[in-house]
């Protein structure tokens, strides 16, 4: 599976969902990025083996406890984003 772009929605600003999505995917071992938007969504983009990438995905369905998830929307990365993914998964400033 190619790196994946995600936009999440729901309640997912204020609520620690950047700090946790980085914590997941130290766990799920994949790199990639995540910020907040001003449209009040958190974008996203996993990159790394099939598996870890599926496993971020269900994380990310989820979120983190105080979230609350209403949709998630996935596509193939495209190059300019992959291009921000370095050697781990971090959080960038907001878009």
Same mark, same amino acid.
Not at 1 to 9: D, G, N, P, R, T
């Given at each position: 599976?190619?790196?994946?772009?995600?936009?999440?929605? @729901?309640?997912?600003?204020?609520?620690?969902?950047?700090?946790?999505?980085?914590?997941?995917?130290?766990?799920? @071992?994949?790199?990639?990025?995540?910020?907040?938007?001003?449209?009040?969504?958190?974008?996203?983009?996993?990159?790394?083996?099939?598996?870890?990438?599926?496993?971020?995905?269900?994380?990310?369905?989820? @979120? !983190?406890?105080?979230?609350?998830?209403?949709?998630?929307?996935?596509?193939?990365?495209?190059?300019?984003?992959?291009?921000?993914?370095?050697?781990?998964?971090? !959080?960038? !400033?907001?878009?």
């Amino acid at each position: 599976m190619a790196a994946q772009h995600l936009l999440i929605s @729901g309640r997912v600003q204020g609520v620690g969902f950047r700090w946790s999505m980085c914590e997941a995917a130290l766990e799920h @071992g994949v790199r990639g990025w995540v910020r907040n938007r001003r449209d009040g969504r958190v974008e996203a983009v996993v990159d790394g083996k099939e598996e870890a990438i599926a496993s971020m995905l269900r994380w990310a369905r989820q @979120g !983190p406890r105080m979230a609350r998830v209403d949709e998630v929307t996935t596509r193939a990365a495209t190059t300019a984003e992959t291009a921000l993914v370095g050697s781990g998964f971090e !959080p960038l !400033p907001d878009a």
